[in-house]
């Protein structure tokens, strides 16, 4: 009867592991913003379940077997494509996570440019830099917006994508989470992620890989540990494109000298300097930075709201990427009179 109990306990504990999630990636053909029979299967899709990473067959099919931590399914969206939304949160316990995407021109150029926007830290109203930042991106079409974190607390998590998102700024918009952005719930990442969705994911856009990353500390603690985002980090960069550029954005820091070398511990470690690594992004320190590290650009930008402690303006960054996937940068000043202008 003991033998008969420890082998129970050992099915039950072992059948979350064996759960598979399963579902499709197509493209909206028929435009009809939901899944059904018009739509064309994609193959070549990675999607992910926080851990593993698989890529979509023919008739656009995916199976994943989930891990103790996955509270999404979610896809990296192709180049060429967009997609109302990339994550599908595992609470809803669906038969099926299906995601459909739309062709977009904007995100298919290997020439391109994006907008990083960092450390708004809001705690009142939004201000005027969002119309600044509207009016820019309706004249300048970046391929997308990402905000580097710090949101900050729950009255800036709760009210910025409200006001700061895809229909809003008219073009594809992704966020980090900072330190700030890890409050009180169950564990720091909580109410981020009933929000903005996973904390790490990836994107394509061009013959970029972009890579998003979270902090590894804030306010409150979190329930994913370095060795997770190695985990996933590793699954994700091994099905990418060999000749395929990689850019990475973090809150903080993410790799701290010129070797570009991430340490979960001492036996999880991915060095980026083996692949085709032009940039890592963040914010987080307030300041305005640019440095090539022997090919590899690191880049921290300021605040829009505020303006820096090194006593730059109130900017935002863009970036662009040419035909070879090399980047160039400028600050584009929020406040300053259209006339002026």
Same mark, same amino acid.
């Given at each position: 009867?003991?033998?008969?109990?420890?082998?129970?306990?050992?099915?039950?504990?072992?059948?979350?592991?064996? &759960?598979?999630?399963?579902?499709?990636?197509?493209?909206?053909?028929?435009?009809?913003?939901?899944?059904?029979?018009?739509?064309?299967?994609?193959?070549?899709?990675?999607?992910?379940?926080?851990? %593993?990473?698989?890529?979509?067959?023919?008739?656009?099919?995916?199976? !994943?077997?989930?891990?103790?931590?996955?509270?999404?399914?979610?896809?990296?969206?192709?180049?060429?494509?967009?997609?109302?939304?990339?994550?599908?949160?595992?609470?809803?316990?669906?038969?099926?996570?299906?995601?459909?995407?739309?062709?977009?021109?904007?995100?298919?150029?290997?020439?391109?440019?994006?907008?990083?926007?960092?450390?708004?830290?809001?705690?009142?109203?939004?201000?005027?830099?969002?119309?600044?930042?509207?009016?820019?991106?309706?004249?300048?079409?970046?391929?997308?917006?990402?905000?580097?974190?710090?949101?900050?607390?729950?009255?800036?998590?709760?009210?910025? %994508?409200?006001?700061?998102?895809?229909?809003?700024?008219?073009?594809?918009?992704?966020?980090?989470?900072?330190?700030?952005? !890890?409050?009180?719930?169950?564990?720091?990442?909580?109410?981020?992620?009933?929000?903005?969705?996973?904390?790490?994911?990836?994107?394509?856009?061009?013959?970029?890989?972009?890579?998003?990353?979270?902090?590894?500390?804030?306010?409150?603690?979190? %329930?994913?540990?370095?060795?997770?985002?190695?985990?996933? !980090?590793?699954?994700?960069?091994?099905?990418?494109?060999?000749?395929?550029?990689?850019?990475?954005?973090?809150?903080?820091?993410?790799?701290?000298?010129?070797?570009?070398?991430?340490?979960?511990?001492? /036996?999880?470690?991915?060095?980026?300097?083996?692949?085709?690594?032009? &940039?890592?992004?963040?914010?987080?320190?307030?300041?305005?930075?640019?440095?090539?590290? %022997?090919?590899?650009?690191?880049?921290?930008?300021?605040?829009?709201?505020?303006?820096?402690?090194?006593?730059?303006?109130?900017?935002?960054?863009?970036?662009?990427? /040419?035909?070879? /996937?090399?980047?160039?940068?400028?600050?584009?000043? &929020?406040?300053?009179?259209?006339?002026?202008?």
């Amino acid at each position: 009867m003991k033998r008969l109990s420890v082998i129970l306990v050992s099915f039950l504990l072992y059948l979350p592991l064996c &759960a598979q999630f399963k579902g499709t990636v197509s493209v909206d053909t028929n435009q009809s913003g939901i899944v059904d029979k018009g739509d064309k299967p994609l193959a070549g899709v990675m999607v992910t379940d926080g851990m %593993n990473v698989v890529k979509t067959d023919k008739k656009g099919r995916f199976s !994943l077997p989930g891990f103790e931590k996955t509270r999404f399914i979610s896809i990296t969206t192709p180049a060429g494509f967009e997609t109302q939304q990339f994550y599908l949160s595992t609470k809803e316990n669906r038969k099926s996570y299906d995601f459909i995407l739309t062709e977009s021109e904007r995100t298919k150029p290997r020439i391109h440019s994006f907008v990083q926007i960092t450390d708004t830290e809001v705690t009142g109203g939004m201000g005027r830099w969002v119309t600044d930042l509207q009016q820019y991106i309706h004249n300048e079409k970046p391929a997308f917006l990402i905000h580097t974190g710090d949101i900050c607390y729950e009255p800036g998590l709760t009210i910025h %994508n409200q006001v700061v998102n895809a229909q809003t700024m008219d073009c594809p918009v992704y966020y980090c989470i900072g330190n700030h952005d !890890l409050v009180k719930g169950n564990y720091g990442e909580e109410l981020y992620e009933s929000l903005y969705g996973p904390t790490w994911y990836s994107f394509d856009i061009g013959n970029v890989h972009y890579v998003v990353t979270p902090i590894d500390h804030g306010d409150n603690p979190t %329930n994913y540990t370095q060795r997770d985002v190695y985990n996933w !980090l590793k699954n994700d960069l091994a099905l990418i494109k060999k000749d395929q550029a990689l850019i990475l954005f973090n809150h903080d820091l993410f790799t701290p000298n010129d070797s570009f070398i991430f340490k979960a511990d001492d /036996d999880h470690i991915l060095n980026f300097r083996s692949f085709n690594t032009k &940039a890592q992004l963040y914010g987080h320190m307030h300041y305005n930075y640019v440095r090539n590290q %022997n090919g590899i650009y690191t880049i921290c930008t300021g605040t829009l709201d505020k303006g820096g402690i090194d006593h730059s303006p109130s900017s935002f960054r863009e970036i662009k990427v /040419d035909a070879n /996937d090399n980047i160039t940068t400028q600050l584009r000043y &929020a406040f300053i009179e259209p006339q002026i202008a």
